[in-house]
Structure formats: C-alpha cells, structure tokens
C-alpha cells in the first residue's frame, strides 16, 4: 500500500493525487499545513508528498520551492498537472434571494488559501469587493469554516468535493479568472514511482552561480543551448545566505541519464557552479473524461 500526504481531503492537492494514483492502492494522510506534509514524508510516516508547485495564473509557490532546498532532501518522482476549478461556496438558504440566485449582499466574507483567492480575484472585485478576505491554510479548510458558522453570512472559494464533503452548496461555479487556469504538482519522496509510465521525462536541477563571475549565467545557459537541450523553466531564488545571491531553478525536458544532459551538468560544473539534483522523473498531462471534454467545449 502506498503512503500519500496531502493537503486537507476536497482541495484540489486531493483531487490531483486521487487523478494520479487512480487505479493503484493508495491511502492519503490528510494535513492541514504544507510544512507537515513535507515533514510527513521526510520522517517516513508515509512515501510521497504532493507538492503543489506552480499555477497557471499565480506562477510558481514560492514557500514550497524553498522547502524543496532549504528544509528537506526528498527528490521529485513524479510531476503531474490538473486543472485548478475554483468555486464560490456556501448556503444558498443564507446566500440566494427568491429566484436562486447569489445576492452577493448576503456575504461579508469570503475565505480560501491565498493562491486559490488570487486565482479569482477579479471576480471578488466585481461581485465582492464589499466583504472581508481572509487567507486559510487551504481551500478546505475555508469549506470546514462556513460549515461550522451558520448565519454568519460567509463564503469559501473551493472545488466541488470540497462542498459535498462539507455538505454546502456550490453558489457560482468556475470563479477563476481564466477558464485555462492549471496546477503542476510535483510528487516528492525516496521511493521511485511506479504507479503509472509515462514517455515523457524531466529532470529538474539547482544550480549555484560561484561569485565574482561575470556572465557565468550566459556560459550557464549556453551548456544546454549548444546542444539543443530544451529548458522548460528558469527561476531565480534567494540563497538566503547574503543579499544578492540567488539559486537558478532550471527544468529540462530530458531524463537524466541522456549523454547530452550528464555532459552538459559535467561543463556547468567545471565552470564552478554548484548543481544539485532535484530529480529526473516522469511528468504526466491531464485527460479530461469523456464528460469533462463536453462540458468544455459547450463552455467554448
């Protein structure tokens, strides 16, 4: 049996992780902080953890990319991406006027996890700019709250098992502010995946530019340019170790154990540069069901 920690059960880390385990037998440890399910994982009370790591409207997770280097040593098995469907909830007996619909008036605040409420904030403006916004631990968390406080005129921004689990009603559906907006997630931990394949690979590496070394970047980068290796991500963090000293994040669309790839960490290396690897795993595209599929295209 495998081992999963996750974000709270009904968020989207949840829906991801049952998409990706779908057919294996698999038991989720559910948490209400991120901090726990990495340390979940790095003491060995369960397997895997999945890391949610970067949005389509939000860009990537700042916190969790600093976990990965500055707080455990756990490597990528696996990458996935799932749609993030956002979704005002609440209690249409509290929330809907006569006719059904949402009197927004009726809400005076609205909660979610901050990345969730970014994902929609230009339909908070439009409709709420009135209510309080509270940032929660996670999406389901915010579900849990309105449950437990009737009458209190609140909404939460979640997906739809995060209503059903909490027995609320969906007040608005698809709340994002882009109808494309997708999580990658990332699946980390010291056992390798064997759950599903997959004929696509990536490899994921951290590299430390040596001080006083001007261009060391460019020479960096044209490691992988020269042999048409293709970068699918760069970012920079801080080292947090002195001001102006930066990590570089770089996804490449490769596995690890290509020649063009080793060659290229072995000239990276020989310039300086420090480089660990974060791992070389399969990544996974989502593929709506047959229903999914419809319903987008009616949306179109």
Known sequence: MIKVALLPEGSTSDDAARYLFQGAEASFAY????ADVFLSTDGG?????????????????????????????????????YPSVQNLIGRSSECCSGDGKTDYSRI????????????????????????????????????????E?????????????????????????????????FTRFWLIGRRPFEARSSEHYKTSILVTLPED????????????????????????RPTKKKLGNYYFFIDIAMSLDTVLLAAAIEEIEA??????????????????????????????
């Open 31 to 34: 948490h209400k902080l991120i």
């Open 149 to 181: 406080n009737p009458g209190a005129g609140w909404a939460a921004i979640g997906t739809k098992s995060g209503a059903e689990l909490h027995g609320l009603d969906v007040l608005e559906e698809r709340v994002t502010d882009h109808n494309n907006n």
């Open 213 to 236: 070394f001007p261009g060391a970047l460019h020479q960096v980068l044209s490691a992988f340019s020269w042999r048409k290796i293709n970068l699918s991500r760069i970012e920079s």
């Open 108 to 147: 005076v605040k609205v909660m979610s996890h901050p990345v969730a409420m970014a994902q929609c904030t230009g339909f908070l403006r439009r409709h709420l700019p009135h209510a309080e916004w509270e940032n929660v631990s996670s999406t389901t968390e915010a579900v849990r709250l309105v449950k």
């Open 45 to 81: 009370s369960t397997d895997y953890s999945v890391i949610p790591i970067e949005n389509t409207i939000e860009g990537s997770v700042s916190l969790h990319s600093d976990w990965m280097v500055h707080e455990v040593d756990l490597p990528i098995q696996a990458e996935w991406v």
């Open 271 to 300: 310039l300086g540069c420090q480089v660990r690897v974060l791992g070389s795993y399969p990544t996974f595209a989502y593929e709506p069901s047959g229903r999914e599929a419809l319903n987008a295209g009616q949306r179109c």
